[in-house]
């Protein structure tokens, strides 16, 4: 059960921080400054994220201490936790999402639309999410290796966190309801639709280069064959199952939905090509939120290289 809960918590922490990250990054790129607050209402999302992040980072402690230590999450065990904050770079970088975190909110509640202060949840949000780096397999390696398999996994959070904050920036968009939604919003909409395409193209590179890079070291080429052999490699598969499911609707997506959309907004006939937009995206979420699953799940096992 306590694999389970630590399991879950690791879930929560990527998601609720991909997700103030990603869509920090997706108000920036993606719309204008007067859109920030009426289009996507961006205050409450942020300042939430930001608040859970906190929170589920307190749970993770608690948890990742009592399984170091082999003693119950319940009551806490104040020695244990004082062990792993003070003896360890977990610890460490622990106190810095923590920091990066309070930060990040403190600046959400007076961002609003305004760039400057945005441009701060942007960077703080964006260590809080790089920190994840340390509670997985990125730190596992030492010397000159293990700085670039740390840089790799890191470039991977982040480009992971800007294509969730994007699907939940272009579903809120989208998931507006029908009485809210004139020209404006109709063209605000096709804008980020498109504009997402460009960056989309690199963060895919990022991934795909950062994810080969990190199944390298934790693969290796010798164990490419028998991956389906043990549950490391199950998940491993299943999660590259769902990258290619996600890139086959992004790509539906900006090929052919968004110029559908396009076209139904010139025709003034929006409503069924904006209901298709909406499934996809919806679909596409909920491959990015089970790939988080099995990435937290993944961090928790060990892997193929580490048996070599």
């Known amino acids: 059960m306590d694999d389970w809960s630590l399991i879950g918590v690791r879930f929560a922490l990527y998601l609720t921080l991909a997700a103030l990250f990603g869509l920090t990054a997706f108000s920036l790129y993606g719309l204008r400054e007067r859109e920030r607050g009426d289009a996507l209402a961006l205050r409450p999302w942020l300042v939430a994220s930001a608040a859970l992040g906190l929170l589920f980072s307190a749970a993770w402690v608690v948890l990742m201490a009592s399984s170091m230590a082999g003693t119950p999450a319940w009551p806490v065990d104040r020695d244990a936790i004082g062990a792993l904050l003070t003896g360890s770079s977990i610890g460490a970088a622990w106190k810095l999402r923590m920091a990066a975190i309070i930060a990040a909110g403190l600046a959400a509640m ?12 942007a960077l703080c949000s964006a260590v809080a999410l790089g920190t994840l780096a340390w509670t997985g397999h990125g730190a596992m390696d030492e010397a000159a290796i293990g700085w670039v398999h740390l840089t790799a996994d890191i470039l991977h959070l982040l480009g992971s966190g800007i294509w969730v904050g994007a699907l939940l920036g ?139």
């Open 110 to 121: 007076l961002a609003a639309r305004r760039g400057p202060w945005l441009r701060i949840v």
């Open 170 to 308: 272009l579903l809120l968009l989208v998931s507006r309801p029908a009485t809210r939604v004139d020209a404006a919003h109709l063209g605000l909409t096709h804008r980020a639709l498109h504009g997402f395409g460009t960056v989309g193209t690199v963060v895919v590179a990022t991934i795909v280069i950062t994810g080969l890079v990190n199944g390298w070291m934790l693969v290796g080429v010798g164990n490419i064959a028998s991956l389906g052999a043990t549950l490391y490699g199950q998940l491993l598969l299943a999660k590259l199952a769902l990258f290619a499911a996600m890139l086959g609707l992004a790509s539906l997506n900006r090929f052919r939905l968004t110029p559908a959309f396009e076209r139904s907004i010139a025709a003034s006939d929006h409503g069924r090509a904006l209901g298709t937009l909406r499934i996809s995206l919806a679909i596409e979420t909920a491959c990015v939120v089970a790939v988080l699953g099995l990435v937290a799940w993944l961090g928790t096992l060990a892997p193929p290289a580490s048996a070599m």
